[in-house]
């Protein structure tokens, strides 16, 4: 499985900003997908991931409300739709899968390479 992020930038905070993250080596649709994200100095957080079948995403407090996950089964692609941007956002995100959905979010056994995100204030 090769994951790959894209769609980072540098916005203004309160700006939008959408990732994409195509999949490829593997059956799209057999795989729960997640985000992650590290800020610099930081470890790497969870921020969101979505299962299977598209229904019943979940994200982490600090990003409820303001960002949405959904993927695209036919296209085999993920996205992360991020509003109200601030800039503790600021991170590298990546894209992951793995056949649990327990583990995309602790431990995830495919990583993509990241895209920066960058909010200034």
């Known amino acids: 499985v090769q994951l790959q992020a894209s769609g980072g930038g540098l916005v203004q905070a309160g700006d939008s900003l959408k990732l994409s993250c195509t999949f490829s080596g593997g059956t799209f649709d057999h795989y729960n997908m997640a985000w992650h994200r590290q800020a610099p100095g930081k470890e790497r957080e969870f921020v969101s991931a979505?299962?299977?079948?598209?229904?019943?995403?979940f994200y982490r407090d600090s990003v409820k409300g303001r960002f949405t996950t959904s993927r695209d089964n036919a296209e085999r692609k993920l996205f992360l739709q991020m509003n109200s941007l601030k800039p503790e956002d600021t991170a590298v995100y990546y894209c992951?899968?793995?056949?649990?959905?327990?583990?995309?979010?602790?431990?995830?056994?495919?990583w993509g390479k990241g895209t920066q995100v960058t909010v200034s204030s």
């Open positions: 979505i299962p299977t079948t598209g229904v019943g995403a």
């Open positions: 992951a899968a793995d056949y649990s959905i327990s583990s995309v979010e602790r431990n995830p056994q495919y």
